[in-house]
């Protein structure tokens, strides 16, 4: 009886499995079937509605995980052509997007550090002296997330620096990829850290110094770095300490510490491994020194100009450092070292077209007037008002995927909305803002995401669940921060 039973269980989680599979290809196809033979709205066009009914198929596909992440990739980069979503041409060039090349180069980075031992040193350092425990360990590459932002004012650079550090850190706790859950969390958690810390410095990205002159020039109010840092960065660290518990509740760890060695603790096997690895090699030097470079180009974004006479962009200097690290006498590495995941690399590019189909045909902006309108915010209260305009801003990134493009489409509604009814515009534009860096859900929805998922030590139900949740938590927060911190700052 109790084999039987024990059969029983078994049969019962796999028919679960089955039945996912089975209903979410099932529902992705009728998504697309809706939408695309459902009659065309007036301010839509056909090219709008063909990329919506693709973006809502493979949606499905993704969160359910029916079928391989990119085998639904080329499908819908298929579908996206035979629909008239957008053109072949169009399609294609995804492959040649700056995010595409910078993937390639921030894994040609990390082999280069990992062969030279380098980010194994710096991993055994960081978790011997702060993270003994997978809690501090999480706690500390957070902490060095969120100072980075204020020295480099990209998120992606941020990523790619990171990236191999939680790789090395992931490998000293033996963390399997997709199995993990302390991997998962850590890696889920690192997009958070990367985007939301983001949100609390004006200069971490250029969409957010690209709304700030929206509210200059539209409403005639000059939003000083100081004033973003004081309304933002509370919102910014109490989003951040809800990540973190709820990734606690969500994937509980597997580990408590790294796993002991010949008897010893965890934290004094680490320190061992650190000092077997004896003095700096020759290797490590090299790999520091271009990794150094690299750093200090993504640093100095915003003045090379001043320092060499032209602009060097974030994925020109990511090729140079590849570039580096293959060449003789100054690199470490040959390609066959590379580890570049192939199958990420298209289901990247198959996402990005998706997105970017959905901009340029203007189906992401007509789902964003279609919600304004269905609120009908004429007749709402100042704080009914400001948490609607507050969930727009935030979930919109579910169909726009570039920063700048929601800025742009976003913001300059929201200041036109605030002044037809005759709200300030600074207390709906400025804490919009500070959503723009909420794309935390799916992995397409900005690059950080896509650096990160391409691990494999999560899926993509995995980030939307937790991201959700985590926006949701924001959300709230800001409004609570209406009636408390904005007041005090003088929004309200």
Known sequence: MEVSSGVKKEKRRLSFEEWMKIMGIAVALLVFALIYTMDTPIQMTLQGKASLSVFGMVFVLWVTQAVPTYAAALLAIVLLVFTGGWTQKDTLAVFGQDVIWLMLSAFIITSGMEKSG???RMALFIVSRFGTTAKKALISLGVVNL???????STTARA???LPICLMVLNVYQAVPGKSNFGKQLMIQEIHFNNISTSGILTATAPQILAVGYILSMANVNVTWGEWFIASMPIAILTLIASIIIGNILFKSEVKAPPSGAGDSGAQSLKDQL???GPISRNEIKALCIFALTVFLWATDGHHIQ?????ISLVMVALLASALFFLPYVGILNWKETKIPWDLMVFSAG?????LSLDASGAASFLLNTVFDKFNLESANPFTLYMIVMFVASFSHLVFTSKNVRVVILLPAIIILAGNLGVNPLLLALP????ICDSITLPPHCKP???FYSTGYFSVKDQFIYGMLVLLAKWLILGVAYFTWFRIVGLV
């Open 118 to 120: 380098f980010a194994k």
């Open 432 to 435: 919009a803002c500070f959503t």
């Open 351 to 355: 996402a990005y077209a998706v997105g």
């Open 275 to 277: 000092k077997e690895m």
């Open 160 to 162: 790619a620096m990171l």
């Open 147 to 153: 100072l980075l932002a204020f020295v480099v004012p």
């Open 307 to 311: 320092l060499f006479g032209f602009q």
């Open 449 to 451: 995401n896509l650096i």
